[in-house]
Structures are given as C-alpha cells and as structure tokens.
C-alpha cells in the first residue's frame, strides 16, 4: 500500500470517528490488542451446531429439527430482503425488481428442499418421534406469519369467508381475529381456540398486531404500486411477483401438503391428525383459502381455480 493511499485511509478514519466524537488514537490503539477474526468467531459456528436438541434417540429426529431449523434462518433471510423493499425511500424499479428475485429465489429453494423431509426420514421413526413434539406445530412459525404481513394488505389474508365483511379501515384487532389460519384451531360458531392457537397467541400476538399496522402501508404490494405506472405495466416485472405469489402460495405449499400426506395419512400408521391438532388439510390447500397475495396480477380464470 502507497503512502498517498495510506495517508487517505487515515484521513477517512479520522472523520469517521470525529463524527461520533471519540478519539482516532484511541480506536487504533485498540487494533493492537484485538484477535484476528476467524470464521468460527465470525459465523458462531459452535452456537449454532448446539442448537440441535433432540427429544428422543431416534437419529431421524435430527433431520427434522435441522430442517426446520433451515427453513427458520431462511425466513429471516427473506424478512431481511422485505424491510429493505418496504423502508426504501423514493423506491426504484430495479432496486424493487432485484430484492424481489432474492426473495423469489430463497422460496423457490425452500419448495426444491422439501425432498429432504419427503425421502429423508423413516416413516416408523416419524411416527414414533411426532408423539413427542404434541402440542407444537410448524404452524406456530412467527416469521411465516410475519413475511405474509409484509407481502400483501391484510384483506387477502383474512379468511375467504370473511373478506366481503371486512374492509382496509377495520381494527387490526379484528382483522386478526379473521386471518386464514385461525380457521386452522378456532371453532367460529363458539369462538373457542385450540391450545395450538392459543399458545401462538400468547407468545407472538402483541408483535403481530404492531408488524400488521406497520406494513399496512409499506408492504410488497404497496411499494410495487409506488413504481412508475410504465413500470407496473413491465411483463417481465409482472412475471417476477406472479412468480412470488404463485411459489410461496401454492408450489410451497402444496409440496408441504404432500409431505404431511405421507406421513400423517398414506403412511397407514398414522391417526390423520397434525400434532398440534389443527385441520391441516384446510388451512393448507390452497384451494380452500385462497391466499393470493396480488389478485390483480391474475386473471379471473386463474383466480377462480387457484390452488386446482
């Protein structure tokens, strides 16, 4: 490295600290005694493999746990992508477009995944390690909740049922209450939920209403509608949220559906019942709830046999 060079990058730490008002010296000086950084160090490495706490001795039970595991860090990598869309400023086309393909590609990764859990366990040791894990479910995933909040308004993830019912300006308190996957642990003619429901409530409800109001405004759809009006009309544009919506609503889906079909009924071990007692079946066809994240993208065709 030249002097000049040097001499220039001493210049850029000195502002920088002078911003914050603290002292140059002092910061170089604690190079001195800092450890070089590794990869362990710097991925947590350990942490992270001692995060695989198995319930029984069934090996197969860690590849489940691993996989879900994934498929949580995933969603964080996806809701990392969103808040950048959501928080931009004046957002650009292109900038809109590229974090739209990081999202797309990281769904279009967790639908090709699921060959891990289809093929990757034995049915006897799923049916036996499953008893264990009664009353939680992949149901109770925050983020998936989370990310649904951040895609679309509110009124396409309020129960098909319920939609013509409730409008943007309702209480997000009682929006909530008509999400698609209540019908998943609540009976709507007593109101009773399920434990399953109730306990997802009682630790993430507070946080999902705040994520409901936030987003109400900034969400996908609401930032794609912010591009130029030449722009909105972009087929290859058109085709990357179609793609999004069209993966994550029912290629995603429906390849988890297949996978809780081969081991909770065609397996001919199990009772049919997911464990945290939920109507799976319903809360995750397609065609049942009709999640459609951007409607207007559709045409009436495709949108009267979504999910067939």
């Known amino acids: 490295m030249d002097n000049n060079n040097s001499e220039a990058i001493l210049k850029e730490i000195e502002l920088k600290y002078q911003a914050i008002d603290q002292k140059t010296e002092t910061q170089l000086e604690g190079l001195l005694w800092s450890k070089p950084i590794t990869y362990w160090d710097y991925i ?44 931009c400023k004046e957002i650009k086309t292109d900038f809109f477009t590229e974090r739209l393909m990081r999202i797309s590609r990281y769904f279009d990764m967790l639908t090709t995944s699921f060959g891990i859990m289809e093929d990757g366990m034995e049915v006897d040791q799923y049916m036996k390690f499953r008893n264990t894990l009664t009353p939680a479910s992949g149901f109770q995933s925050a983020q998936y909740r989370l990310i649904e909040f951040c895609s679309t308004d509110l009124i396409n993830l309020v129960d098909y049922r319920y939609r013509s019912s409730i409008d943007r300006d309702a209480p997000f308190e009682f929006t909530f209450e008509h999400l698609y996957w209540q019908a998943a642990g609540k009976d709507y003619q007593t109101g009773k939920k399920s434990f399953l429901l109730e306990e997802f409530e009682r630790k993430y409800k507070g946080m999902f209403l705040k994520h409901m109001e936030e987003y109400n405004t900034i969400n996908i759809w609401q930032k794609f509608k912010q591009l130029p009006d030449v722009d909105q009309k972009n087929p290859e544009l058109i085709q990357a949220m179609r793609h999004y919506d069209y993966t994550v609503n029912i290629t995603w889906v429906m390849q988890h559906l297949n996978v809780a079909i081969k081991y909770i009924d065609h397996s001919g071990k199990g009772d049919g019942e997911a464990t945290g007692g939920s109507d799976w079946r319903k809360y995750m066809h397609p065609k049942y709830q009709r999640r459609i994240f951007f409607p207007e993208l559709w045409t009436k065709d495709e949108l009267a046999n979504w999910g067939e």
């Open 44 to 87: 947590q490495t350990d942490a992270l493999l001692n995060l695989q706490i198995q319930r029984t001795v069934l090996p197969d039970e860690m590849v489940f746990i691993m996989y879900h595991q994934v498929n949580e860090l995933i969603f964080k990598m996806i809701l990392w992508e969103m808040h950048q869309i959501s928080y």
